[in-house]
């Protein structure tokens, strides 16, 4: 079974300061895919990004960077200068390679204020 | 713009009612999911299709069940609402052979259960 733990409920913010969302997670598996998705207060779940377990190079799109560190099953995400429109719900999740089953963190609640 | 789009946003039933929760996506996805979304517990998986008339439990199926008569839609059914699925329900959709691992979210629906 997988397990992934968001420890961080609510992170609240000043704009342009920087925010990290803790992940970690727990698996059996030996290859895996780990995501992070966006949820705006409109509801819509919107992908993020995906890494490959096998994958360990940090990856940055704009503003947006992801550490992901296999040695502390850890896959953390950073918002740089962050904004208003930032304000979300941000879930981490883990599928096996083989399997269609993506497990969910809890989520973690970022408000950014003006 | 590609889309999901789940019938009601917001529905509110009697305990015992028999309750359909209709999902469709314009995507031509072969996969369709849904889960159920509550505070602290994250996203978990009821149901899952990977083709019309095919089905699959996910974690928590108790309660529900689910149709896919036509690729583009997939349904939710509580046979007997009660008050422990009051929830946000959420419906996805996934290519099978794309192999992006992407899942395209609509924007839920938030059932109340008195």
């Known amino acids: 079974a997988q397990k992934v733990t968001q420890a961080q409920t609510e992170i609240s913010v000043v704009e342009k300061e920087d925010v990290t969302l803790d992940c970690v997670y727990e698996?059996?598996?030996?290859?895996?895919?780990l995501f992070w998705y966006k949820q705006p207060p409109s509801g819509e779940l919107v992908f993020l990004i995906r890494?490959?377990?096998?994958?360990?190079q940090n990856e940055i799109s704009g503003r947006y960077s992801w550490n992901f560190q296999k040695s502390t099953s850890s896959f953390n995400f950073t918002i740089t200068a962050s904004q208003v429109v930032d304000s979300a719900v941000y879930f981490c999740?883990?599928?096996?390679?083989?399997?269609?089953?993506?497990?969910f963190g809890a989520g973690t609640t970022v408000t950014v204020r003006a | 713009d590609v889309k999901v789009t789940q019938s009601s946003r917001y529905l509110v039933k009697r305990t015992g009612e028999k309750v359909f929760l209709e999902c469709v996506q314009d995507?031509?996805?072969?996969?369709m999911f849904w889960y159920r979304q509550d505070p602290g517990l994250g996203l978990r998986l009821i149901y899952f299709?990977?083709?019309?008339?095919?089905?699959e439990k996910g974690d928590i199926p108790e309660g529900y069940s689910v149709s896919r008569e036509k690729k583009e839609r997939f349904s939710l059914i509580l046979e007997s609402a009660s008050t422990n699925q009051t929830s946000m329900y959420l419906c996805?959709?996934?290519?099978?052979?794309?192999?992006?691992?992407?899942?395209?979210f609509g924007e839920g629906s938030r059932l109340t259960v008195l």
């Open positions: 999740a883990l599928q096996p390679t083989n399997d269609y089953k993506l497990s």
């Open positions: 698996t059996r598996d030996t290859t895996y895919y």
């Open positions: 890494r490959n377990s096998f994958d360990e």
């Open positions: 995507m031509d996805h072969e996969n």
């Open positions: 299709s990977y083709d019309v008339k095919m089905k």
């Open positions: 996805a959709s996934e290519s099978g052979t794309a192999n992006t691992g992407e899942l395209f």
